[in-house]
């Protein structure tokens, strides 16, 4: 039996060695990458641009924070009026949805800035109330932008976790007595979080990449500092070598808090 057990388990475990063999191999060559880089690269304008790459590093920081918060706060909604909404509010949801997600992040954020943008100052209430110092900046439509695609993509992905929570954990809250909105609090929205949050994960990976296109309509984030240097150096790789590395470190960041908190919640059989 103790045979048959070790044959079937070594082809399982042979792919997995070499898997990780073929992940070290991957980090070899990136820090030998790196280590290249550094040693032979020009790196003297480092300190000369290193407040702007903070300012920049916040701006995207700031974008990508609010924008995955607001836009959250929106899918909730969104995805629930989906599953449970009158056709009233379930149509306009699912046509939102199919918009945003069917057109280009960057034809959305030119509309907002080179649309709406063009049109407030030619309106006197808006030139006049306390929203216009903000709306003749240009980061609140990129924070809109993001926040609206955001929204659209997590929409989605909040409609399949709440329609795949069984039927039978909601019957059973309502058996307790709870009311809908009890069990909206105690039992769906958890549970359908608790479903979600790999591919939130992954979408929040996807809008950090997404806050350069904010550099587009002359929010110096950190994507807009790298290029100011390209301009005023004439350099090319080691700027976007810094840029890739920067991402690099917020995205495996970002993967390690979401892991964390998938991990410290408790699923069935632990």
């Known amino acids: 039996m103790s045979a048959v057990a070790s044959a079937t388990a070594a082809p399982d475990q042979a792919p997995t060695r070499r898997l990780q063999t073929h992940r070290v191999i991957l ?9 290249m880089a550094i040693a032979f690269g020009r790196w003297d304008w480092l300190p000369r641009y290193g407040p702007r790459l903070w300012s920049g590093l916040l701006m995207t920081l700031a974008m990508l924070a609010g924008s995955a918060c607001l836009g959250f ?3 909730v909604p969104l995805g629930l009026v989906q599953v449970t909404g009158p056709v009233w509010l379930k149509v306009p949801a699912q046509a939102f949805c199919t918009v945003i997600r069917g057109t280009p992040l960057l034809l959305q954020l030119w509309l907002l800035y080179y649309g709406l943008g063009s049109l407030f100052p030619s309106i006197p209430e808006i030139r006049t109330s306390f929203l216009w110092p903000y709306l003749r900046e240009a980061w609140p439509y990129g924070l809109a932008a993001l926040t609206i695609s955001f929204a659209a993509y997590e929409g989605e ?3 399949g976790a709440f329609a795949g929570v069984p039927a039978g954990e909601l019957q059973a809250a ?3 007595g709870m009311s809908r909105g009890q069990t909206l609090r105690r039992i769906w929205l958890p549970r359908a979080l608790h479903r979600a949050l790999p591919t939130l994960s992954g979408e929040t990976v996807l809008q950090l990449k997404s806050t350069p296109l904010v550099a587009t309509i002359t929010v110096v984030d950190l994507y807009g500092v790298i290029s100011r240097v390209r301009q005023e150096t004439y350099l090319v790789y080691e700027p976007l070598l810094l840029l890739a590395a920067i991402y690099m470190i917020l995205t495996a960041i970002l993967v390690l808090v979401f892991r964390f908190f998938e991990n410290r919640i408790p ?4």
């Open 267 to 270: 699923t069935r059989g632990h």
């Open 73 to 75: 706060l929106l899918a």
């Open 27 to 35: 980090v070899l060559v990136a820090l030998a990458l790196i280590g």
């Open 157 to 159: 992905v909040m409609r």
């Open 174 to 176: 309502r058996a307790f």
